[in-house]
């Protein structure tokens, strides 16, 4: 059954890794309108306005679902889901409750839980397996200077390329958190 999922996001990078584990969650049919909503603070400020957005495309193609997906960059994610929360309270929505979801580090997290993804996307060897992925600082950062190292890019095909291969049941185990998000999603 195809679907129509609302997204707003922060940046580029998360927009490509959430629709792609979005779609291994519900399919390849799943299709996507996305909002891009910029970096933290300004995001929570936006985030209301660009709901409204989404409300306005709702009314002409019916959304399923409307996710707010962000990084929290190392700050506690319930925070980050708590202010945007409080950012549309006492508002209501055609599509519904929009669902909010708090990556703890940055979206790349997820790339490099996954090292098979990344190996897979680079062509070569350019990470091990990572125990404890949101211990790192600076996923991102990570990633460019190991890419680099092969001789490669941090590109946004390598992104893509990634996030196609990710295995959502490593994601299952890598974050205590993504059993929720994937709840979410299923519901």
Same mark, same amino acid.
């Given at each position: 059954?195809?679907?129509?999922?609302?997204?707003? &996001?922060?940046?580029?990078?998360?927009?490509?890794?959430?629709?792609?584990v979005t779609r291994k969650v519900l399919g390849p049919q799943t299709d996507f309108e996305g909002l891009l909503g910029g970096s933290w603070p300004g995001f929570k400020g936006d985030v209301a306005k660009l709901l409204q957005v989404l409300n306005v495309k709702h009314l002409s193609a019916?959304?399923?679902k409307v996710f707010v997906i962000v990084d929290a960059n190392g700050e506690?994610?319930?925070?980050?889901?708590?202010?945007?929360?409080?950012?549309?309270?006492?508002r209501t929505y055609p599509f519904g409750?929009?669902?909010? &979801?708090?990556?703890?580090?940055?979206?790349?997290?997820?790339?490099?839980?996954?090292?098979s993804a990344v190996n897979t996307a680079a062509g070569a060897h350019v990470t091990p397996p990572i125990a404890e992925p949101e211990t790192f600082k600076d996923p991102k950062r &990570?990633?460019?200077?190991?890419?680099?190292?092969?001789?490669?890019?941090?590109?946004?095909?390598?992104?893509?390329?990634?996030?196609?291969?990710?295995?959502?049941?490593?994601?299952?185990?890598?974050?205590?958190?993504?059993?929720r998000l994937r709840n979410m999603l299923e519901r």
């Open positions: 059954m195809a679907r129509r999922i609302g997204l707003v &996001y922060e940046d580029e990078n998360l927009r490509i890794i959430s629709e792609s019916p959304l399923d506690d994610p319930q925070e980050r889901e708590d202010s945007l929360s409080q950012k549309i309270r006492n409750e929009p669902k909010l &979801y708090a990556i703890k580090r940055q979206s790349e997290t997820w790339l490099i839980a996954d090292a &990570y990633l460019i200077q190991r890419l680099r190292n092969s001789g490669q890019e941090f590109t946004r095909q390598f992104v893509r390329d990634a996030a196609s291969h990710l295995d959502i049941e490593v994601l299952g185990r890598a974050f205590k958190e993504f059993p």
